[in-house]
T-cell receptor, first 117, second 113 residues
């Protein structure tokens, strides 16, 4: 079946502009995650959505970052007033969340490569 | 708290020779452990995972990993490297009842012809 898809695959923007990154999770997956992959920082957790529960936003680096998930499916990560340090690959993942939370596999999309000039 | 240490940032092997990628973890609880692979300009693909069943885990593309609790290790091996194995590999730990993954820094594998 179809995997996690993300768009755009690449985004170049100017400092100070807002950007929106989209994630389409695997159909039926209840959990959705955003990560950031940057040089020198490795892979960082940003935000987690599970069903109708309040999202875990503990990984968002600043209040310029926000995310929403509409209808329990598609998610959009928004970065306002982009800065050069926001340049990174933004990865989305989804999973079917077990009740125990143990051992669930997160399936990753190809990522959006963001470059802020 | 949990953390992952990948002991080699870069591994270079000849095609047809064994590959060993080393990973040590620390976790307060019995963790789940994963290896993911990332080819250039691609997303992360799951190679294998350990979730407290058999300690020797077999994955895709001939990879396997052994969970050794006494050594807190989860090393990844493959008996014979192929050119297509050139990629970056991440060891990942997930503690019990938590969705947050902790990633190692990654090991870049190059395969010489």
């Amino acid at each position: 079946g179809a995997g996690v898809s993300q768009s755009p695959s690449n985004k170049v923007t100017e400092k100070g502009k807002d950007v929106e990154l989209r994630c389409d999770p695997i159909s039926g997956h209840t959990a959705l995650y955003w990560y950031r992959q940057s040089l020198g920082q490795g892979l960082e957790f940003l935000i987690y959505f599970q069903g109708n529960s309040a999202p875990d936003k503990s990984g968002l680096p600043s209040d310029r970052f926000s995310a929403e998930r509409t209808g329990g499916s598609v998610s959009t990560l928004t970065i306002q007033r982009t800065q050069q340090e926001d340049s990174a690959v933004y990865l989305c993942a989804s999973s079917w969340r077990h009740s125990s939370g143990r051992g669930e596999t997160q399936y990753f999309g190809p990522g959006t490569r963001l470059l802020v000039l | 708290a949990q953390s992952v240490t990948q002991l080699d940032s870069h591994v270079s092997v000849s095609e047809g020779t064994p590959v060993l990628l080393r990973c040590n973890y620390s976790s307060s609880y019995s963790p789940s452990l994963f290896w993911y692979v990332q080819h250039p300009n691609k997303g992360l693909q799951l190679l294998l995972k350990y979730t407290s069943a058999a300690t020797l885990v077999k994955g895709i593309n001939g990879f396997e990993a052994e969970f050794k609790k006494s050594e807190t290790s989860f090393h990844l091996t493959k008996p014979s490297a192929h050119m297509s194995d050139a990629a970056e590999y991440f060891c990942v730990v997930s503690p019990t009842n938590d969705y947050k993954l902790s990633f190692g820094a990654g090991t870049t594998v190059t395969v010489r012809a």
